[in-house]
């Protein structure tokens, strides 16, 4: 329980905040209390108890009466008080707006109804307190003017019903007339109503001022002198009320915005909840995250859709099926051809269907008759090996033609079934080695001690299979005679027990799953190397490797979770909670996967893509610490970086292909014109190249030059013109070149030398920093210097604003951890973005509105830039947030970022509208009703995925 400080005296109205609380809770509430006295509001809160002689609950509610707002502390001991139940009543008895903060997890079932049904701000030891405090004050500062309004009407309202209901403590004049516009604007919404009391004590005071006015109205003329006056008054009046109306609309739409801004940060925080804590709520954790970013596009909504992202698959499409009878006696499945183009499931009505996928179409359908399994199948989906209870068999769906196949030596034929190319040779993999088949004839032509496949020419090539070896999981390699890996093998548990340790090979054998208990490890089977070890929430039914060894797949019981892991690093991907899963499948190249349950009418494929990440290149070569290592054209068609150490490559942004390779020893740096498909390059001792890519009907087929520049010297940073027509380097002093012709244009002097350099767009100013902390903005035209700023520390990077009116920099151990942004003529500081650590890179998006910073702490931020009326940058508001480091180019609409480091270049989608899209796209369902009343109040309902149907209750 908890009274208001001072609870002897009568409550005074203006108070901002009543807090009713646990006393077990009093430690959360000192906290709370300071914070808000920080932040310069008033709050009533009961440390030491009311004396004996006081009215007890008198004077608690008096102080509820009092305040503004009441805030209920939600917590198991204050749900379950007395005294916090009959606080709770009087609030809801006087319309008071009541905002619960959670302190502690409480059982929902055990909360009051009147709290219950609002909105929770999450105060939890796991939440961000001083941001829980933001939103608690913002949701203080909504609609402020009527809530004080109500508490002034309430309090006079208690003191004339304490008087005997008596008219001199009734409301006259301005206060009647302001009382009845209230009482007007009340009426008129749902969330903002009166009392009964208050509505009475309105309606009395109306009276009482009818009958003083009655008494007075004797006096006509002097009547008609008050009438012309009140006209005059009421001209002025209503110029008063129009200015009036319209501050009051500003202060409104603003208040609309603040809680716009605080329910996005509620629900952003509850989906991040969802992601790490609750798994099984990964689907409303999506939902939630469109709904907090479409409410307020803020950096919490922007980190929850990527968690998201991250755990949620992307679907493909969904191929029609037939489900299983729950007393079927075979398992329904799905079995990729070799290639991956073809699939072939094993469907409820006892039926085998071929798909063809690239062109999703069933090319066949073929009646399985007795039990059997499906052991291959051909890549053009011509045959099919079926394993029957004692026998191997090629069957041919186009006739119904099937070639049993005999092997030799007594081999049991329970193993799988490859098919080469062509599909006239086969492999079958039995537990005493593999037997190869012709076809043609259905005879076999040899056998293999070992595991053997083909290879792409159709040539066989051995291998060896792994195993677990007296109970010890890492023996794993031994001859393919000695044990087959599919039995399961005894293993000495932690206690010394032997319990049963289940093994798994990937269809091209190798790679092998091994899991017990909840603990699955995966291994490349050549090598004996560890790929990853991950531990599931639930013991494991079933685990998988691709036959790439990137990914595992890892069923939990039936019905709870399926979840896919990415390999060397160990890295989530995906989430199921789908009940109906019950296989997982992947294609031979892990590019996809697809999902099988027993009693659902579609076999589901997904695509094995990483969340807002869009493409990602491997380079063996070092990348460095340079910020120009790779470069982006405007439109995210392509990319410029480091092929090898003896050429560039330019590599399409989606899917990360080779376009053209441009032969260049050692290439350190980059840049792209924005116009006209002109490349830079840098080589470390090969000089400055400049290239002109060519296109055949729109696509990029090659490139001409190069133009070589006669450059001596080292050379440490190049900036092109927007135009591609001028390039700047930067060594001991500035040269200008025309990039058509490679002709030194002009040489700038620069005594102190640059180790980095920004120009702007036109290419008539450039910027250069160096060791000595200086950074000097020089004109091009004449050469002369406009502009010298100190700086903290050794210049790391530069960014000029197309126009040059603002510089961008960044410094090494500058720990002040701030990218600063600069008026170019004045030569002040106009604002800045804080890292956590010093930061390595900055440079503005192309139109001047936002900055990229990266930092040495591997996180890479897009900041939005505030400006003032007059157009001038005046703060920095961070939008979106990735864990990488090396941020190094960006496209001209903001959506792409390039990002280099650790031996990979990496595309990024930054736009939360194509996240929103993404998230959309793996969705299952709409909120229900019931869930949007609980997380988005009385909000409108809509559906958070227009495309999908509303989820029934």
């Known amino acids: 329980m908890s009274a208001a400080v001072n ?27 300071d914070e808000l006295k920080r932040r310069g509001r008033q709050a009533w809160v009961d440390w030491e108890g009311i004396r004996p002689t006081e009215e007890f609950m008198e004077a608690i509610f008096g102080a509820i009466e009092g305040a503004d707002t009441f805030v209920f502390v939600l917590s198991p001991d204050s749900v379950v008080s ?67 309004s109500h508490t002034r009407l309430l309090t006079r309202a208690v003191e004339w019903e304490a008087k005997g209901k008596n008219n001199s403590f009734v409301l ?24 009964a009391l208050q509505t009475e004590y309105i309606i009395a005071s109306r009276k009482a001022a009818a009958r003083r006015q009655r008494s007075t109205l004797g006096a006509v003329s002097f009547g008609a002198v008050v009438a012309v006056v009140l006209a005059v008054i009421a001209l002025f009046a209503r110029q008063e009320a129009v200015k009036q109306r319209d501050i009051a609309k500003e202060r409104q739409e603003e208040a609309e915005r603040q809680s716009r801004i605080a329910l996005s940060r509620q629900l952003a925080a509850q989906a991040q909840a969802m992601v790490s804590q609750q798994p099984k709520l990964m689907g409303r954790a999506g939902l939630l995250a469109i709904e907090a970013a479409q409410l307020y596009p803020s950096l919490d909504a922007d980190q929850a859709l990527r968690s998201v992202l991250a755990v949620l698959p992307q679907p493909h ?9 729950q007393n079927a006696d075979f398992s329904r499945d799905a079995v990729f051809s070799t290639d991956g183009d073809s699939l072939v499931i094993v469907d409820g009505d006892r039926m085998l269907r071929g798909w063809n996928l690239p062109k999703r179409r069933q090319e066949w359908e073929m009646p399985l008759g007795e039990k059997a399994e499906v052991a291959g199948v051909s890549p053009n989906l011509s045959q099919v090996a079926l394993r029957r209870e004692d026998s191997l068999v090629i069957c041919r769906p186009e006739d119904g033609r099937e070639t049993p196949l005999k092997l030799s030596n007594g081999s049991d034929a329970h193993g799988e079934v490859a098919f080469n190319r062509d599909g006239s040779s086969c492999i079958v993999r039995t537990s005493n080695g593999s037997h190869i088949f012709n076809l043609t004839t259905g005879k076999e032509v040899s056998e293999v001690n070992g595991w053997a496949t083909f290879d792409p020419k159709g040539g066989v090539v051995k291998g060896q299979v792994a195993r677990i ?14 044990s087959y890996p599919d039995r399961a093998a005894a293993w000495a548990g932690e206690e010394g027990g032997q319990n049963e340790t289940n093994t798994a090979l990937s269809s091209n054998e190798q790679y092998l799953a091994v899991w017990h ?42 019905g709870v979770q399926t979840r896919i892991w990415k390999l060397s690093p160990v890295q989530e991907f995906a989430r199921f909670t789908d009940s109906t899963v019950n296989r997982v499948r992947f294609s031979p190249d892990g590019s996809c996967f697809a999902t099988i349950g027993s009693w659902v009418e579609s076999v589901r494929l997904w695509l094995t893509l990483g969340g807002e990440e869009v493409t990602t290149i491997k380079t063996k070569v070092d990348l460095g610490t340079r910020s120009d290592v790779c470069a982006l054209d405007s439109n995210g068609e392509y990319l410029l970086m480091p092929g090898s150490q003896n050429e560039a490559a330019v590599r ?34 090969d000089g400055i190249r400049i290239w002109q890519l060519q296109r055949t009907g729109g696509k990029i087929t090659g490139a001409s030059g190069p133009v070589a520049l006669k450059e001596s010297g080292e050379i440490n940073g190049i900036c092109l013109s927007e135009d591609g027509t001028r390039l700047f380097t930067a060594g001991e002093e500035i040269h200008l070149w025309n990039t058509a012709s490679g002709e030194l244009i002009a040489r700038i002097p620069n005594q102190f030398g640059a180790d980095t350099i920004a120009c702007s767009a036109d290419g008539t100013l450039v910027a250069v920093g160096n060791r000595t902390s200086q950074i000097r903005i020089i004109s091009v035209q004449d050469k002369k210097l406009i502009r010298e700023l100190d700086h903290p520390q050794h210049v790391s990077s530069l960014s000029l604003t197309a126009d040059g009116r603002y510089l961008a920099t960044s410094a090494w151990r500058d720990f002040g951890y701030q990218a600063r942004v600069w008026d170019v003529a004045t030569g002040q500081q106009v604002t800045a973005a804080t890292h956590d650590r010093e930061v390595s890179r900055v440079f503005f998006s192309p139109d001047g509105r936002s ?11 897009l900041w939005s830039l505030d400006f003032s009326p007059d157009g001038k940058p005046v703060g920095t508001t961070e939008v979106a947030r990735i864990q990488t480091s090396g941020a190094t180019s960006m496209t001209d609409d903001g959506r792409y970022l390039a990002t280099a480091s650790d031996g990979a270049v990496r595309i990024w989608d930054l736009k939360q509208e194509d996240l929103i899209a993404q998230v959309q796209a793996r969705s299952f369902r709409n909120l229900t009703r019931s869930e949007w009343k609980t997380y988005l109040g009385q909000m409108p309902y809509r559906k958070t995925c227009p495309e999908l149907p509303e989820e029934p209750e």
């Open 652 to 685: 399409a942004v989606k899917g990360g292909r080779k376009l053209v390779a441009l032969p260049h020893r050692g290439v350190l740096g980059f840049a792209i014109s924005h116009h006209d498909d002109r490349l830079v390059t840098l080589g470390g001792d």
């Open 517 to 558: 208990g909840q603990t699955v490890r995966a291994y490349e089977i050549a090598t004996r190397r560890l790929l990853g070890a991950v531990t599931n929430d639930q013991d494991v039914i079933e685990a998988e490797v691709d036959d790439r060894g990137r990914f595992l797949v890892v069923l939990g019981e039936r």
């Open 469 to 482: 070896e007296n109970g010890q999981i890492p023996a794993l390699i031994a001859d393919f005679k000695n």
């Open 7 to 33: 609870l002897g005296k009568q409550a005074a109205p203006g108070d901002d905040v009543f807090i009713s609380y646990s006393r077990k809770d009093e430690e959360f509430v000192r906290r709370l209390d």
């Open 851 to 861: 900055i990229v910073t990266t930092a040495v702490d591997n996180t890479s931020r």
């Open 317 to 325: 499409f969904s191929l029609p099926s037939k489900p299983a009878a």
């Open 172 to 195: 006259r004049g301005d206060d009647l007339r302001e009382a009845e516009r209230w009482l007007t604007e009340a009426g008129a919404d749902k969330e903002r109503q009166p009392t």
């Open 82 to 148: 007395k005294i916090c139940e009959r606080e709770i009543a009087h609030a809801a008895l006087h319309n008071k707006r009541i905002i619960p903060l959670v302190a502690r997890e409480v059982d929902a079932a055990l909360v009051p109804e009147a709290i219950a049904k609002l909105n929770w701000i999450f105060g939890r030891e796991s939440d961000d307190f001083e941001q829980s405090v933001d939103t608690l004050v913002t949701a203080l500062d909504t609609d402020l003017e009527w809530v004080h």
